[in-house]
């Protein structure tokens, strides 16, 4: 099946860091979504970005396909903004596979 | 904004025993999903579900699942004997067509004793 890495596993910012973090994947996909896991479990929608590039506020995302990655930025972070985050592919039949996602530390 | 809800958001269990997950889906979404996730682990799929019939399951979904659409609203997991290796959190999902974002609930905690 498909396989999808994430990096770096860890990341640790002072507030009003910027960041990136990347998800590579081993074949090409439908269907393409960052998530935000909180401190409660829950997963947050941030993007479905197959293709291009999106901006949310400080967070944007950029997917090229063709190159089998995904990058996703966020700008001034925040303490908020802590937590893992995932990325995750669908390559058929609607079932999304997931990475293994990135633990992000914001400190004060 | 519509959203996938779930309940209970916490479930205790002892061991061998059933328990029923439930799942109100976005109202006009066709496509629905259970996925779960180990502590500390990725979030793994499970099973999806279409036109009233299991779509698609994963090696994780034994005879011990299932799972119903009971009526035009709910999607509910079944575990009948539960294991103590079940315990995590399930998560639904919903979407509307094919090319289109996965919406998921806020997860329902599993902890078996």
């Known amino acids: 099946g498909i396989q999808v890495e994430q990096s770096p596993p860890d990341l640790i910012l002072q507030e009003g860091a910027n960041s990136t973090l990347r998800c590579n994947f081993s074949?090409?996909?439908?269907?393409l979504q960052w998530f935000h896991q909180n401190p409660w479990g829950q997963l947050i929608n941030l993007f479905y970005i197959p293709s291009g590039t999106k901006q949310n506020g400080r967070l944007s995302a950029t997917t090229v396909a063709t190159e089998r990655y995904s990058l996703l930025y966020i700008s001034s972070s925040q303490t908020t903004d802590s937590g893992v985050y995932f990325c995750a592919v669908e390559r058929g039949g609607n079932k999304l596979v997931f990475g293994a996602g990135t633990i992000l530390r914001v400190k004060s | 904004e519509p959203e996938v809800t779930q309940t209970p958001s916490h479930q205790v269990t002892q061991m061998g025993q059933e328990v029923i997950l439930r799942c109100v889906p976005i109202s006009n979404h066709l496509y629905f999903y259970w996925y779960r996730q180990i502590l500390g682990q990725k979030v793994e799929f499970l099973v999806s579900f279409y036109n009233n019939e299991i779509s698609e399951k994963s090696e994780i979904f034994d005879d011990q699942f299932s799972v119903e659409r009971p009526d035009g609203s709910n999607f509910t997991l079944k575990i009948r004997s539960t294991k103590l290796e079940d315990s995590a959190m399930y998560f639904c999902a919903s979407i509307g067509g094919r090319q289109d974002t996965q919406y998921f609930g806020p997860g329902t905690r599993l902890t078996v004793l």
């Open positions: 074949d090409s996909v439908n269907n």
